[in-house]
């Protein structure tokens, strides 16, 4: 309260009358904007829970549309240290030989002679050139000629050209320490390999002077490896990687190869199988009534004393529908129209949630398993597409989710200033009440006393009467 007067002149009790006065005319406005605050916070709530949900969803769909398993297929191949097989989609059905030729490997070359710690080659300028032609200049001036200065300028400009160095400390034949540079190149394949060569000298030290810069040209260095790509064959015929792994050579299979698989020649084969497709339509399921489960806690009709507080939103009404059109149309695969409800997936009339009808699926999977994997993958059409289509404009960062959110948190700021002015509105209104109470307080003061001496005057007068 702004002002306090007790009343004296006119015994009135003005502090509760002013504080009366204030709250009948403060809070009903008060609650209204309040409330809408509330309002708008349990909304912004809802539509983040809505956001999450339908992310979620589509998340555990994605992770149910890239399961391998939903091909229909198996890889079949001895266990051989060295050689995996990871299955990564659809393949031909049948029998393949493959033969493991050669592993990739990278380029390393290390120095000749080793070099007493510290040892400062000289000044000069060392290019560095890789197999496609990119190179870089190291340029290393007086008091730079040291093993790891030149090792850091080298790997400094290593972006360019993808070849390292390092400088290793080792024993030499009278047990003293010596230190040796050696080059690598970053990956390995045939294409990787670089070579090394001084382009200028300053220190006036000739070719193979071992404590000139020419110690470190790719000639006069040690090959310890030599950039090569991997070789297998499949069926008879060669197929290269500059890694170790071939996404090519069979479709639908990895095989990486480690060197203990060089010379092995082994058999796989590719069969049909029974993909597990009741764990993945019962996870789908679950994902789906998960989802509409928060999607209706926020949107079903409430009371009538308290409203959900997404129940009359149109946005949601229309994320709502446009999901129903997806799970109620046929998708095609391969010429065929399949739909869910084909494969066992129907909706409950009573509840609205998904069940699993393992007779139906059943029946499906017997003719029409290898639909599954495309039904649910393939690009554009697919089920997981289509959701992300419908999804995407809703969730995207800058979608109509986080509009709506905006809109919901700028009505909350115009509500807090609405709340701010109106208290400054009271407490005017406060201090004119007190101003006016005072004034009337004074007044009757006034007046009391003035009775109070005629009364006096008028006693007075009739004793000496």
Do not use: C, W
Not at 20 to 49: D, H, T
Not at 164 to 175: L, P
Not at 348 to 371: D, I, Q, W
């Amino acid at each position: 309260m702004a002002l306090s007067i007790s009343g004296i002149g006119s015994g009135l009790d003005i502090n509760s009358i002013v504080s009366a006065l204030v709250n009948a005319e403060k809070q009903p406005l008060m609650n209204r904007i309040n409330q809408n605050i509330e309002r708008q916070n349990v909304q912004i709530s809802a539509m983040g829970a809505v956001k999450s949900a339908l992310a979620d969803f589509e998340s555990a769909l994605k992770s149910i549309s890239e399961s391998v398993e939903l091909v229909g297929q198996k890889v079949n191949a001895p266990e051989t240290e060295g050689l995996v097989f990871d299955q990564t989609g659809r393949s031909s059905a049948g029998s393949y030989s493959v033969e493991v030729v050669s592993v990739a490997d990278r380029q390393k070359n290390i120095m000749t002679t080793g070099v007493a710690p510290g040892t400062d080659l000289g000044q000069g300028t060392l290019r560095v050139t890789n197999g496609s032609g990119d190179s870089v200049d190291v340029l290393i001036g007086s008091g730079q000629g040291s093993l790891d200065s030149v090792a850091k300028m080298i790997n400094d400009q290593s972006g360019t050209t993808g070849v390292t160095a390092r400088v290793m400390t080792v024993k030499d034949a009278n047990g003293n320490d010596v230190e040796k540079l050696v080059f690598e190149s970053a990956d390995t394949g045939a294409d990787q390999s670089f070579t090394v060569e001084v382009v200028s000298v300053n220190n006036g030290k000739g070719a193979g002077n071992t404590t000139g810069l020419e110690v470190l040209e790719t000639v006069n260095m040690k090959t310890l490896s030599t950039a090569s790509d991997a070789e297998i064959k499949v069926d008879g015929e060669r197929f290269l990687s500059s890694s170790n792994e071939f996404n090519n050579a069979v479709e639908g299979v990895s095989i990486n190869v480690e060197a203990p698989s060089v010379g092995s020649l082994i058999t796989m084969q590719i069969a049909t199988s029974s993909p597990p497709i009741k764990d993945k339509l019962t996870a789908f399921v679950e994902a789906y009534n998960t989802m509409m489960g928060v999607i209706d806690s926020k949107s079903k009709p409430g009371s009538e004393a308290r409203q959900n507080p997404l129940e009359n939103n149109a946005m949601i009404r229309q994320i709502k529908n446009q999901i129903r059109n997806v799970i109620t149309s046929g998708i095609d695969v391969g010429g065929k129209t399949v739909s869910l409800a084909e494969m066992g997936v129907m909706t409950n009339a009573s509840s609205g949630k998904l069940e699993l009808n393992s007779a139906r699926m059943n029946e499906f999977m017997e003719v029409n398993s290898s639909l599954v994997k495309d039904f649910f993958a393939q690009e554009s059409t697919g089920l997981t597409q289509r959701f992300e289509s419908v999804f995407t404009p809703y969730i995207q960062t800058g979608g109509f989710i986080d509009s709506s959110r905006n809109t919901a948190e700028a009505t909350i700021s115009r509500l807090n200033r609405d709340l701010s002015n109106h208290e400054d509105r009271m407490a005017r209104f406060e201090n004119n009440l007190f101003t006016k109470y005072s004034k009337m307080d004074a007044l009757m003061a006034q007046l009391s006393s003035q009775n109070n001496a005629i009364t006096a005057m008028l006693s007075s007068m009739s004793t000496y009467g």
